[in-house]
């Protein structure tokens, strides 16, 4: 007896086999439909029907808060091609290219690839538990979990290539800081044991070029930079030329010859060291917009619930390379929106960072690095000149 080919999900067949591990679309219109008679019978009835004595006049209820609407739920199984950003945080384009792509290291013997590869992101992009997804998906109780950790080892194990610096050593920001590679920053995710400390580097799309995880999350930021590969590939001349450099996002990291942050202190309105650190806030909006991307698939805000670090930290690597190839594609599904935000609204984002200055003691400033920081405020003098 032949086996039967696996089964590839098509851009016209996506709907489909999903379809047939998930209620109907038209059970969906009935039930929401019954649903919504029910809620407007429950709005209608008394809760207390009893009528008051005739002599009596009654007192006067209580003002109700009104409770926020209920979420609405996720298109889980997604049952047309506009539910996929908000049930995979993918679009289904970008859906049948991981699926095709993926599809002979996705193999299991009892699941199609592309169910697992769905199984696999509607739980990184809900973090529903694997029970409910199990439920919804009308598969065995260990499917879902099997599928999670597949496609986290087929990705860190087979495209860590997905997170790396451009091979054009060149390669850098065009404006406003010149030869600039990108922007560094450490984020703190809550994890089962404990806050955990990721390290990233982003560029000017917001791309994740570098990515350290499962520190501790007491550590500083400075603390981490030094315990990564990246700080000893920088100082050992690997990944940057001689006049490139990276700035860093929040006032734990020192001032070195490739690493530049603002001038401390007040600064002089329209003043060269003014226009450079606005300059520096302008370069680390895209690392900061990439770290919100991050904090918004629904596996990483429930990162807690992952039965252990070393799977938590399989988790934010996972996130961050499906966040690169959605920009590969062009495909905004899960990016956060840019917006320039205060040092108060990133919550545990920065909750371990030093003051200015702080964690750097005993580090002698580099002359090298002083330098560099004024050629560069100077250069932002320049450009605004012709003004």
């Known amino acids: ?25 038209r059970a969906r219109k009935r ?37 926020p609407p209920a979420p609405a739920p996720l298109p889980l199984p997604p049952t047309s091609p506009d539910d996929y950003p908000l049930a995979f945080r993918v679009s289904a384009p970008t859906f049948h290219f991981l699926s095709g792509l993926l599809d002979p290291l996705l193999s299991h013997p009892s699941l199609p690839s592309p169910v697992l590869l769905a199984l696999a992101l509607a739980r990184l992009a809900s973090g529903l538990p694997y029970p409910a997804l199990a439920a919804l998906f009308r598969v065995p109780p260990s499917a879902p979990r099997a599928a999670s950790r597949r496609l986290r080892r087929v990705l860190l194990a087979n495209f860590r290539f997905w997170l790396a610096f451009p091979s054009d050593p060149t390669s850098a920001y065009s404006a406003p800081l010149p030869s600039c590679r990108g922007a560094l920053c450490c984020a703190r995710f809550a994890g089962p ?24 999350g007491d550590r500083t930021d400075l603390e981490v930079l030094r315990l ?34 603002p001038f401390p202190g007040p600064v002089v309105p329209g003043s060269p060291e003014a226009e450079f650190n606005a300059a520096h806030r302008a370069m680390c909006r895209p690392v900061r917009r990439a770290i919100r991307s991050l904090m918004g698939w629904g596996a990483i805000a429930r990162l807690r619930e992952e039965e252990s670090s070393r799977a938590a930290v ?18 905004y599904s899960a990016l956060a929106p840019d917006v320039e935000e205060a040092e108060s609204d990133l ?12 964690g750097a003691e005993g580090l002698e400033v580099d002359g090298h690095a002083l330098a560099l920081r004024t050629a560069l405020a100077a250069t932002m003098k320049d450009l605004r000149a012709p003004d």
């Open 193 to 216: 044991t404990g806050p955990l400390a990721a390290q990233l580097v982003a560029g000017a799309s917001s791309r994740v070029l570098s990515l350290a995880a499962g520190f501790r």
């Open 31 to 67: 039930l929401r439909r019954d649903e919504a008679g029910s809620a407007s019978d429950a709005e209608a009835t008394d809760p207390d029907p009893t009528p008051a004595p005739a002599q009596a006049t009654p007192a006067a209820a209580p003002e109700r808060e009104t409770p």
């Open 228 to 261: 990564s590969s990246l700080y000893q590939e920088i100082e050992q001349g690997k990944l940057l030329d001689s006049q490139q450099y990276l700035v860093g996002d929040g006032g734990g990291y020192p001032l070195l010859p490739w690493l530049m942050v």
């Open 1 to 25: 007896m032949t086996t039967p080919p696996p089964l590839l999900l098509t851009a016209h067949s996506a709907a489909a086999l999903l379809v047939l591990l998930g209620p109907t679309a």
């Open 347 to 358: 919550g545990e984002m920065h909750s371990q960072r030093d003051d200015a200055g702080a």
């Open 314 to 331: 399989a988790c934010i690597g996972t996130c961050a390379m499906l966040h690169n190839v959605l920009l590969t594609r062009e495909d």
